[in-house]
């Protein structure tokens, strides 16, 4: 990978008046979890973190974040119609998409940022361990946030509707169907992300919709969804038309 062309792509994206939008997000979530560890005690809070670390953050900042950055990786060469141009470059094509991701991925995570913060800090102020709380809340945070990126990478390249067919993944799949029926778990990429969070959570406290596999399982899976949705993105640049 382009360690240059990384750096581009990562300022491209970061200093997109659409980042700093939806970067507000993560702020207004950082706003309501302080407010809520300012005004009760640490026996309430105790019940809620995984509204906060599950549903609010794995479950709402990480996928809208990652599907707006994930899809604007290539936004300029998609909006132009110059996408298939990039095939004319003296690069192979995987060090193009590898760098795209790795920025979209990076970036997602800095932009999340206050909002990771603000998660930690809820689970130990319920005197949960500082080293497990930080350390749940940034592997659910690096992993659930790569493969997002990495499958929305990979729908700006399938389809010129990549932001619309996020949207009704998320909405209608991840909300909705998994919601409802355990058997489509599998295939949901939060489902995955919320076990992994529960490293943070007290083992008592209810988790919604989760992967029945472990922490362990459930990162593997994110990993490989990771490496599986990057190597498409690769081979359909490689394929699309001049």
């Known amino acids: 990978m382009s360690t240059t062309l990384y750096g581009f792509s990562l300022r491209g994206i970061l200093f997109r008046g659409r980042t700093a939008g939806f970067a507000v997000l993560p702020l207004v979530v950082a706003v309501v979890v302080f407010v809520v560890i300012a005004i009760t005690s640490v026996q309430n809070r105790y019940g809620v973190q995984n509204t906060f ?22 936004g300029d060469e998609r909006d132009a119609r110059t996408l298939p141009l990039l095939r004319a470059i003296a690069r192979p094509r995987w060090h193009t998409v ?7 991925w990076t970036a997602t995570v800095v932009v999340s940022a206050p909002a990771v913060i603000a998660c930690a800090v809820l689970g130990i102020s319920v005197n949960q361990p500082a080293g497990r709380v930080v350390g749940g809340v940034l592997l659910a945070t690096v992993l659930t946030s790569g493969a997002y990126c990495a499958f929305f990478l990979l729908l700006s390249l ?16 991840e909300t909705f169907l998994a919601g409802l029926a355990p058997a489509l778990r599998g295939l949901s990429i939060g489902s995955y992300g919320r076990r992994v969070a529960a490293l943070a959570i007290p083992g008592d406290v209810p988790l919604g919709t989760v992967s029945s596999l472990g922490a362990t399982g459930a990162s593997l899976v994110l990993a490989g969804i990771t490496v599986v949705a990057v190597v498409l993105s690769a081979v359909r640049l490689q394929r699309m038309d001049v």
């Open 158 to 173: 399938l389809t010129r509707r990549g932001l619309l067919a996020g949207l009704a993944y998320l909405v209608l799949w």
């Open 53 to 74: 670390t599950g549903n609010l953050l794995t479950g709402l900042v990480v996928p809208i974040v990652a599907l707006v950055l994930a899809i604007g990786a290539f």
């Open 98 to 104: 590898v760098a795209r991701f790795a920025a979209a």
